[in-house]
């Protein structure tokens, strides 16, 4: 939080707000205190963090000062950012975020590109999401190929309600038809065949979810990240039952993409192959750690 002893200064410029407050979220241990920092601020003050740049030395009204003292007391607390500023960019688009859904991250952009180049050179294409979530993927699929028909499923309503905002705001909710459910159970009989199959399903096994950063564990949905699926709780229980009933759903040729845990690639694969799938690629993200497997029916 900003000190209140300070606030009887009159005159605060954006420079050494950020300047404060980056501090102060670096003695807190946060990854990102400067970027976190502008963030708030920018919305705090109803601008872009390009008019912050430009604006080092604009004075910064006591009612603004409060606002943002609120949103640092927040993040402070360890609320991640995009709860606060209720946004998230993926795959160059700007998603409604809540407490309902997960975070969208980088790594998942790479099942997307995936997906895409699968997809691209067909024509009539289907595709499902798997715990579609705030639906960044089933949307940026939706944006990024002309004429994709997507189903997307999840089992929480209030993630479905994010992600049917998200679709209407990128203009394909015509395209985008969102199913409550059990992942694959919540197929009607008229769904697919599908061309690919997306999935970033819940992978954090019990041992590791209590071991999870605060942001994460404290305030992002435990149904979408703790494995309740596996009886010897090893975060691959959502696989298994992909890998058992994907298949059915899947083309000739078809494609499933799937995100995993750091580690988790080799099991996940062989799961897929004792299943029949075939690999056609595994990942990595930018940290160099195996993300996305990619398997082919026969």
């Known amino acids: 939080m900003i000190v209140r002893r300070e606030e009887t200064r009159t005159i605060w410029t954006v420079a050494e707000l ?114 579609t979530g705030s639906g960044c993927m089933a949307v940026a699929l939706a944006v990024n190929v002309p004429g ?38 919540a197929l009607p009989t008229d769904a697919g065949p599908y061309q690919v199959i997306v999935s970033n399903p819940p992978y954090v096994s ?14 992002e949905p435990k149904l979408a990240l703790l494995d309740t699926r596996s009886e010897n709780q090893d975060g691959l229980g959502f696989y298994r039952e992909l890998a058992a009933g994907a298949g059915a759903w899947l083309e000739p040729a078809g494609v499933i993409v799937v995100e995993v845990g750091a580690g988790q690639a080799g099991a996940v ?8 799938f075939l690999h056609r690629e595994t990942l990595r993200d930018l940290a160099g750690i195996e993300r996305v497997v990619v398997m082919a029916t026969r």
């Open 18 to 131: 950020l300047k404060w407050t980056e501090g102060y979220f670096q003695r807190l241990g946060l990854s990102t205190p400067r970027l976190d920092a502008e963030i708030l601020l920018a919305l705090a003050l109803s601008k872009t963090r390009i008019e912050l740049y430009t604006g080092y030395q604009m004075l910064v009204e006591p009612d603004e000062r409060a606002r943002f003292r609120g949103l640092v007391e927040r993040r402070a607390r360890k609320e991640p950012v995009a709860y606060i500023t209720r946004r998230r960019e993926f795959f160059s688009l700007i998603f409604e975020v809540s407490p309902a859904v997960l975070v969208p991250r980088p790594e998942t952009e790479h099942v997307v590109e995936a997906a895409i180049r699968t997809l691209r050179p067909l024509s009539k294409v289907r595709a499902l999401d798997v715990g």
């Open 148 to 185: 994709l028909l997507v189903d997307a499923v999840d089992l929480s309503s209030q993630a479905l309600e994010v992600a049917r905002c998200n679709a209407q705001a990128h203009h394909v909710a015509d395209r985008v038809r969102f199913l409550r459910g059990d992942i694959l159970a």
């Open 206 to 219: 019990a041992m590791e979810y209590e071991k999870l950063m605060e942001d994460v564990r404290l305030y």
């Open 269 to 276: 694969r062989d799961l897929f192959e004792s299943q029949g």
